[in-house]
C-alpha cells in the first residue's frame, strides 16, 4: 500500500510538472504568436508548432506587396514571445514550375546580393518577368533581407533572402 501511494504522488507531481510547461507553452507562447499572425493583412497561418527549443511557423502569402512589413513586425514580436527559442518561418507559396524560374536566375541574384549590388535587383526580377512570360515579379528589400515574388497564373513563388551572411564580399573601385 505504501509503494502505491508514493507511486502515486509521484505520478500527480510529474503530471503535474509536465501539464504545467504544456499549458505554458501553450498560453504564453503559442496563443499570443498565433494571435498575432491572425492580425497579418499579408499571409495566412499554414501551420503553428511549438517545441522545446525552436518554434516552426508555417505561411502561405496572400498579398505579397504588404509582406515585408508585417513580416518585420512578426519576427520582432515572435522574438519576444519565443523566450531564446529559434524560430523558422517556411513559406507555402513554392510553386514548382516558379521555382525553376527562380533556380535558373539565383546565381546572378546571388551574386548581386554578395557584391551589395541591390539597385540591380529589380532589373534581374524585370528580366525574369519577360523572359518567362510572368504575370507578377517583384522584389523588396528592408535592412535585413530581400523579399522575392513572383506569379503566373494561378502559381506563385517568395522568397526571403537575407541581405547578409557571415562573410559579406564587398565590391570597391
Known amino acids: 500500500m505504501r509503494k502505491g501511494a508514493i507511486g502515486l504522488s509521484l505520478l500527480a507531481t510529474l503530471l503535474l510538472l509536465f501539464g504545467g510547461w ?15 499572425i491572425g492580425q497579418l493583412q499579408s499571409a495566412e497561418l499554414a501551420h503553428l508548432h511549438v ?23 512578426l519576427m520582432q514580436q515572435a522574438k519576444e514571445m519565443a523566450g531564446g527559442k529559434e ?20 546565381f546572378s ?9 541591390y539597385s540591380r535587383i529589380p532589373q534581374l526580377v524585370g528580366e525574369w518577368k519577360t523572359a518567362y512570360q510572368l504575370d507578377q ?11 522575392v515574388y513572383l506569379k503566373r497564373g494561378a502559381d506563385d513563388y517568395y522568397a526571403i ?10 565590391v570597391r573601385g
Open 87 to 106: 524560430i523558422q518561418v517556411t513559406l507555402g507559396n513554392q510553386s514548382k514550375e516558379l521555382e525553376k524560374v527562380w533556380m535558373n536566375g539565383l
Open 22 to 36: 504544456f499549458l505554458y507553452q501553450k498560453i504564453e507562447v503559442e496563443e499570443p504568436i498565433r494571435t498575432q
Open 51 to 73: 517545441g522545446k527549443d525552436h518554434i516552426q511557423i508555417d505561411l502561405n502569402v496572400t498579398h505579397p506587396e504588404l509582406f515585408p512589413q508585417e513580416y518585420r513586425k
Open 109 to 117: 541574384f546571388t551574386e548581386a546580393v554578395d557584391l551589395h549590388q
Open 161 to 170: 533572402v537575407p541581405r547578409s551572411s557571415g562573410s559579406e564580399v564587398a
Open 137 to 147: 515579379a517583384m522584389a523588396q528589400m528592408d535592412a535585413e533581407h530581400v523579399y
